[in-house]
Nanobody
Framework: QVQLVESGGGVVQPGGSLRLSCTAS????????MGWYRQAPGKQRELVAT???????NYANSVKGRFTISRDNRERSVSLQMNSLEREDTAVYYC??????????????WGQGTQVTVSP
């Protein structure tokens, strides 16, 4: 079994910053892509940013220049630095990882989600 545990959500004023972190644990052989997605009330879950094992990043247009994704392969973790937050960034943020377990079973894994609220 593998799991992703997130931390770092909270309430922040517009223009503020937050940093989300996510760590994978369990019987892990390797992790390919890691990323962050978000889901606002009444909306579908959407991609925020992804990062490959080699460090190639991809961002949603709405967060480019404001958010930065990074990962530590040794620690099996991924982080999302969010700056210049806007009210439209309010959502539950989910960590995601493409994990191959020790038994060579590969699965796309989700964290439990962490709430980010941007409000005056």
């Amino acid at each position: 079994q593998v799991q992703l545990v997130e931390s770092g959500g909270g309430v922040v004023q517009p223009g503020g910053s937050l940093r989300l972190s996510c760590t994978a644990s369990g019987s892990i052989l390797s992790i390919a892509s890691m990323g962050w997605y978000r889901q606002a009330p009444g909306k579908q879950r959407e991609l925020v940013a992804t990062i490959s094992s080699g460090g190639t990043t991809n961002y949603a247009n709405s967060v480019k220049g404001r958010f930065t994704i990074s990962r530590d392969n040794r620690e099996r973790s991924v982080s999302l630095q969010m700056n210049s937050l806007e009210r439209e960034d309010t959502a539950v943020y989910y960590c995601n990882a493409d994990i191959t377990q020790l038994n060579y079973f590969r699965q796309n894994t989700w964290g439990q989600g962490t709430q980010v609220t941007v409000s005056p």
